[in-house]
């Protein structure tokens, strides 16, 4: 009787274990902040990994053929709810196209894991003809105020080219 309990012990452990390594397995994704764009624009690649994946590993040569780097950065966050401790990392790569066309995203691993593709089209530059790229309006709902009256200020940006 004492071998069949210890067995069942042993089996009960071994199903715990692999249901908590199960869970415990780093998420990777990556995303960006949108898919259609025109040459000169710069797009934000967000790599997200979960559970303390070295995410600084992360090799970028692979995206370098269709794109250039302009910035990197990162960031880390832990949440802690109800006892359970969720702990995230985010690479943050400010990039450029290098040419028009519908580019790919490649998948970019760090250690076993590695990101999903994705898509983004490229459009042609857009150019200001005589126009001044970047415009600012302002504007007061009144004419005239009352001392200490009510004056609502209205500041527009009006952009040709996505900032």
């Keep these: 009787m004492k ?4 067995t069942f012990k042993n089996a009960a452990l071994l199903i ?32 997200t990994a979960t559970n303390d994946e070295p995410i600084n590993n992360l090799d970028p040569r692979p995206l370098l053929r ?23 990392r985010a690479l943050i790569l400010d990039i450029t196209p290098l040419r028009e ?12 894991d590695e990101t999903n593709y994705l ?3 490229v459009g042609p530059a857009t150019t200001a003809a005589g126009d001044p790229l970047i415009d600012f309006v302002a504007e007061l709902d009144q004419d005239s105020v009352y001392v200490q009256g009510q004056a609502i200020l209205t ?9």
Excluded: C, H, W, Y
């Excluded at 071998?3 to 210890?6: A, F, G, K, M, P």
């Excluded at 794109?67 to 709810?81: A, D, P």
């Excluded at 519908?102 to 076993?112: E, H, K, Q, W």
């Design 101 to 112: 066309g519908s580019l790919r995203i490649p998948p970019l691993r760090v250690g076993r």
């Design 16 to 47: 715990v274990l692999l249901l908590a390594s199960a869970m415990a397995k780093a998420e990777l994704s990556a995303s960006v902040d949108r898919d259609r764009v025109a040459m000169g624009d710069t797009i934000r690649l967000t790599i």
């Design 119 to 121: 898509l983004i089209a």
């Design 66 to 88: 269709d794109f250039e780097i302009l910035q990197r950065s990162s960031s880390s966050s832990t949440r802690i709810v109800n006892g359970e401790m969720t702990s995230t």
């Design 3 to 6: 071998s069949i309990s210890t």
């Design 155 to 163: 500041l527009r940006i009006l952009m040709a080219v996505n900032l």
